[in-house]
């Protein structure tokens, strides 16, 4: 079966950290990029960030640079993102994606072929 589960979402107070992970089934993930993406309410899906195959390249969105850290485990077919320093403007469904090849290698929505259902983050004040 072919799914991304996310996990890890939930409250936290404006300074905190949080860690999401992606958990991927039925998908060539060692071959995949994958990235994440949020949707605050009443605005459009954002690119958050995508790691390629290797796990040597990452990019993020200059709104997230030196806060968000993201990470893949090939072994464990998982993707991780790393949240530090949370402020109100990260409020927003958190959804993991798989850009499967054979590859885009981007940025926009499109790009990504699977989309895992969404965890919920929550930054107070």
């Known amino acids: 079966q072919v799914q991304l589960v996310e996990s890890g979402g939930g409250l936290v107070q404006a300074g905190g950290s949080l860690r999401l992970s992606c958990t991927a089934s039925g998908i060539p993930f060692s071959g995949s990029v994958m990235a994440w993406f949020r949707q605050a309410p009443g605005k459009e899906r954002e690119f958050v960030a995508f790691?390629?195959?290797?796990?040597?390249?990452?990019r993020y969105v200059d709104s997230v640079k030196g806060r968000f850290t993201i990470s893949r485990d090939n072994a464990k077919n998982t993707v991780a993102l790393q949240m530090d320093s949370l402020n109100s403007e990260d409020t927003a469904v958190y959804y993991c994606a798989a850009d499967v090849p054979p590859v885009v290698v981007g940025s926009a929505s499109h790009d990504y072929d699977i989309w895992g259902q969404g965890a919920q983050v929550t930054v107070s004040p």
């Open positions: 790691i390629s195959w290797s796990g040597i390249t990452a």
